[in-house]
């Protein structure tokens, strides 16, 4: 059966500290892999998407960055955080088809003071 | 930019009761799926449903893509159905992309 981890949970951190959110895959080769974003009461909005290993498109610009160093592996980072990069990160993977079913992960929650 | 709204903002059952849910989108889309985010925030799957009616459980998605809408019926509710459900779309030219709507609270209560 196929895993999807993500780290850490939660986080408080200080404007202007670096940032790395994590997500794993486990049990499927070679996914499309994706992350998202929800400030607090707000609308879910994709940032990132990854087709293959190496390769990740931007879809929206928040001064976020992300790489995917392995075939199951996501990374979310910035070296400055921002106060409005605080609320909850989900990332997602998915069969590289349009018709694939979206699977989550449990989210990590972020609070930038 | 795709345009993805979701009606109502919240509603209020009692569990047994139906419930009908709306999304209207700005554009053609080539899917159309609908999630569960539960309070906690974590994000489950529920319908993927471009086109026609679909069924699954309890849950009746119709799509009528010519109109660019489609509603989520629930029958029968359950307390444990309390939570968020969000619609998205993607957007023709890509399907690694979703445009999420701000989703409808769902309370069910005993």
């Known amino acids: 059966a196929q895993t999807i981890h993500q780290w850490p949970v939660a986080e408080i951190k200080a404007v202007g500290s670096p940032l790395s959110l994590g997500c794993t895959i486990k049990g499927k080769s070679s996914p499309n892999l994706y992350w998202y974003w929800q400030a607090t009461g707000g609308t879910l909005q994709q940032l990132f998407y990854?087709?293959?290993?190496?390769?990740v498109e931007s879809v929206v610009q928040l001064n976020l960055s992300a790489s995917r160093p392995k075939d199951d592996q996501f990374i979310l980072s910035t070296e400055k955080l921002l106060l409005s990069h605080s609320g909850f990160y989900l990332c997602?993977?998915?069969?590289?088809?349009?018709?694939?079913?979206?699977?989550f992960g449990e989210g990590s929650k972020l609070t930038v003071l | 930019g795709q345009q993805v709204q979701q009606s109502p903002a919240s509603l209020v059952l009692q569990e047994g009761e139906n419930a009908e849910l709306q999304c209207n989108f700005s554009s053609t889309a080539t899917q159309l799926q609908w999630f569960y985010q539960s309070p906690g925030g974590s994000l489950v799957s529920l319908l993927s449903?471009?086109?026609g009616t679909k069924h699954t459980g309890r849950l009746t998605s119709t799509t009528v893509t010519k109109e660019r809408r489609s509603s989520l019926h629930i029958s029968s509710s359950q307390t444990t159905d309390s939570g968020t459900y969000l619609c998205?779309?993607?957007?023709?030219?890509?399907?690694?992309?979703?445009?999420f709507g701000s989703g409808t609270k769902l309370t069910v209560e005993p």
């Open positions: 998205a779309i993607d957007p023709m030219s890509n399907y690694n992309v979703l445009y």
């Open positions: 990854s087709i293959t290993v190496g390769q």
């Open positions: 997602a993977w998915r069969t590289g088809s349009n018709t694939g079913q979206l699977y």
């Open positions: 449903n471009p086109s």
